[in-house]
């Protein structure tokens, strides 16, 4: 069987990993021949490392070059797009069908067995593929990419989740799943949640873990809905905790609390440590264009309860929902604060336990094993 898997992040770049990721390794690991396709890459992608990296595998090579051997049965390919994704560069209707064109014919001149591709403008390539079975993996909400995404674009993306491409619409959270069945009450939608990495069970260091005391951390992308803010501001008002940021990019840092810590990115084999030698996970998010009613359960719940910490988040959307009485929240500064005492005492009272229960429901090994039957009935 062979699967095409439509995602955003890179193996190859060793960045954060994402659930597309995840699930093309399950697929792999089931014995299917899996090709992954990261974010194109065009001409203007000279800023940044990873980027810049992107434009030398998918511009610098002939086309055998562009494909990498991730594992066995799974494929990286580095493919070109003219333009950007960004509202900058795509904002007329023609580029929708235009910015997959450069699909190379190993993967657009055969029929896979699935498809199955994130909400992303990757999901533009879809034109250009033959599938037997096509899957939207609703990670997100389209409207909410409106900061770095031309309506455009936007509006192309939640009419192809709500119109005939897709036979199944596989929604990460019970938001998403009705909102997919308002834009299309006669479209197949089933819930399949994030999952979490067993890898972040195991001790990152010999000898038992030890977490420095009364410290919280973020792990995650410097984005609109990060409110750094109050972050800055919780931080004033815990003087004797540490709060580390760790996001790729520059952030600016005047006025910060000295205990408040921008970090650089993370690479994906440093996370374990990085998160068990703290006590608090942190979810700083704020409202960012409606997003927040969408989420429920962000990644880096799963990362922060699978390492052992506890958590404090602002109380948004659904994220309460979500995520219950396994976190801590707050929404103004001092209710934050409190939070994050909280959590870190949360935390310290589980049993030792806790957290490999937690990983063995939500493994992503748990999840592939969801899809792949979803895709056996698709497949029948």
Known sequence: MRALVL???????????????HLAQALAAAGWSVDYVPTLSSPVDVVGRQRHARLGRAWGHGLRQRSVSISQGLTEWSLQSLFPAHRLFLRWPWQLTTYGQRCPAPLRDVTFDACIADVAPNMLLMHQITARAKVCRLNDWPQGFARDLHPVLINGIESMVGGPDFDEVWAVSGPLAEYARALNPQSRVVHIPNGVEARLLMPAVQGPVVRQPRS??????????????????????????????????????????SNLQWRGSVGRAELPAVLQSHEVG???????????????RPLKFYEYIAAGLGVASTDLGALRSGMGDLACYGND???FADAVVQAGAQAQARSASFAKDFVQAHDWSARGQTMLARLEMLLA
Not at 7 to 21: A, C, R
Not at 282 to 296: K, S, T
């Open 216 to 257: 919280a951390v973020y792990v995650g992308g410097l984005t609109a809905w990060l409110d750094i803010d109050l972050l800055s501001q919780a931080a004033r008002l815990l003087p004797d905790w540490t709060f580390a940021v760790y996001a790729p990019g520059a952030p600016a840092q005047h006025g910060w609390p």
């Open 333 to 335: 500064a001092r209710a």
């Open 7 to 21: 995602g955003t992040q890179s193996f190859i770049d060793g960045g954060t990993k994402v659930g597309s990721q």
């Open 282 to 296: 942190l979810i700083p998010f704020c409202e960012a264009d409606g997003r927040m009613r969408y989420v429920e």
